[in-house]
């Protein structure tokens, strides 16, 4: 299998260490904006990077993109950038004839008279408009295959398939009890993403009310993670699961909520009254003169790079599935999870632990594509297709999933 990779940062660099180990791949191309990111990523594998190349892309330019999968002969793209740049990565894989992945799917817009209660533009609408071309195509669009979405949603369809006869609700939880030296705020993912998600409308699935939205930071409620983590305050996060899992797995409620804490809401707060959460370009002056930069993008810039924070790092973070329904006419719950710690990941791959919880996902997806085990054509959710395979490699990557009865 040769892939293009677009986006070295630090899940697409924690994506290139866990490929390099595998035999899967024949080839790929690290394509990034910044030539020598995309370099440095292939030079850190030594002698395993013999199978991986670097080249430069804007990831916002469809037909240098398109260019690229031809000249390298490319089966897949690998979308590793934020979500601005889906579209156009998304079209490109279309008209080269490639597959394509990603782990964040097409951007949202709030409804302009309701955006509390009612959907706009939904995550993910602009790919599954194009879902027709892609079935004509014979290709796969395999979106939100990252950790979550991606393996949550994996656990949401095994949970369908093998541990339950109706489901009343799923909900998606993510906690952590990741702490920085040295930094007051720091975190461990792509700001410019987590504001994305975070200060969006967050989207609720009711089975006899459709998707509707709350407001931002909503239904707190503690959940208690496994293996150590403890008790976490979860809130109402924006999050494609909730626009996902609908589609293929039949439950009467979706949700998706995610350890914040007091303290990162209310930063998070505060770069909204302040306008930094925008992302239209405003004026300021320059050196050499007035330039155009998005409020944004100066805060991502402030902050430290998740990719560098690894050292520094100590804790687990848990991305998992909570289930309740019935099985054998007998009410059950459960919370299907992946923990990973941040010591294990930097010692095993130089990745910290939520990059390299992230990557791990679609490098496994890809091997299951390679072997024939997952197929498919068409914009297809990780839910709309099996889960054992994923689950059985997942394992064998050295990384197992964990099952907690909660009744």
């Known amino acids: 299998m040769?892939?293009?990779?677009?986006?070295?940062?630090?899940?697409?660099?924690?994506?290139?260490?866990?490929?390099?180990?595998?035999?899967?791949?024949?080839?790929?191309?690290?394509?990034?904006?910044?030539?020598?990111?995309?370099?440095?990523?292939?030079?850190?594998?030594?002698?395993?990077?013999?199978?991986?190349?670097?080249?430069?892309?804007d990831a916002s330019d469809c037909d240098a993109v398109r260019r690229i999968l031809l000249e390298e002969r490319c089966d897949v793209l690998l979308n590793a950038t934020d979500p601005r740049y889906v579209m156009p990565l998304f079209t490109a894989a279309l008209e080269a004839g490639a597959h394509y992945l990603d782990m964040a799917m097409s951007l949202s817009a709030p409804h302009v008279a309701r955006p509390y209660e009612e959907c706009g533009v939904k995550l993910g609408d602009e790919q599954f408009a194009l879902a027709r071309r892609w079935e004509d195509a014979g290709r796969l669009a395999l979106v939100g295959m990252g950790v979550e979405p991606g393996l949550s949603d994996v656990f949401a369809r095994y949970a369908a398939d093998e541990l339950f006869d109706d489901i009343e609700e799923i909900g998606v939880r993510d906690g952590a009890n990741l702490t920085v030296e040295g930094y007051g705020f720091a975190p461990s993912f792509s700001i410019w993403t987590t504001i994305e998600e975070c200060l969006n409308p967050p989207v609720v699935y009711e089975r006899d009310r459709g998707w509707f939205t709350t407001a931002p930071f909503s239904e707190p409620e503690v959940f208690d993670f496994p293996e150590g983590i403890g008790p976490v305050e979860c809130v109402n996060v924006e999050h494609e699961e909730v626009l996902l899992i609908p589609r293929w797995v039949d439950a009467r409620r979706v949700t998706f909520k995610y350890g914040l804490g007091d303290d990162f809401i209310a930063k998070l707060k505060t770069l909204h009254e302040l306008g930094l959460d925008a992302t239209t370009r405003v004026t300021v002056p320059g050196d050499d003169g007035p330039v155009r930069v998005s409020p944004r993008d100066v805060v991502a810039a402030c902050l430290p790079d998740p990719a560098g924070l690894g050292e520094r790092m100590t804790g687990k973070t848990c991305a998992g599935t909570w289930v309740k329904g019935t099985k054998d006419g007998s009410p059950r719950e459960v919370y299907l999870y992946h923990v990973v710690d941040n010591q294990w990941s930097m010692r095993e791959y130089g990745s910290q632990a939520v990059l390299w919880q992230?990557?791990?996902?679609?490098?496994?997806?890809?091997?299951?594509?390679?072997?024939?085990?997952?197929?498919?054509?068409?914009?297809?959710?990780?839910?709309?297709?099996?889960?054992?395979?994923?689950?059985?490699?997942?394992?064998?990557?050295?990384?197992?999933?964990?099952?907690?009865?909660?009744?």
């Open 2 to 57: 040769r892939v293009l990779l677009v986006g070295a940062g630090g899940v697409g660099t924690a994506v290139t260490r866990i490929a390099a180990r595998r035999e899967f791949l024949t080839h790929m191309i690290v394509a990034d904006y910044d030539l020598s990111r995309a370099e440095a990523s292939v030079a850190a594998l030594g002698e395993r990077g013999a199978r991986f190349g670097a080249r430069r892309v």
């Open 358 to 407: 992230t990557a791990v996902n679609p490098v496994v997806a890809l091997e299951l594509l390679s072997t024939g085990d997952w197929s498919g054509k068409g914009v297809l959710g990780p839910e709309a297709l099996p889960p054992r395979p994923f689950l059985d490699l997942l394992t064998a990557y050295g990384s197992p999933w964990g099952m907690r009865e909660e009744n």
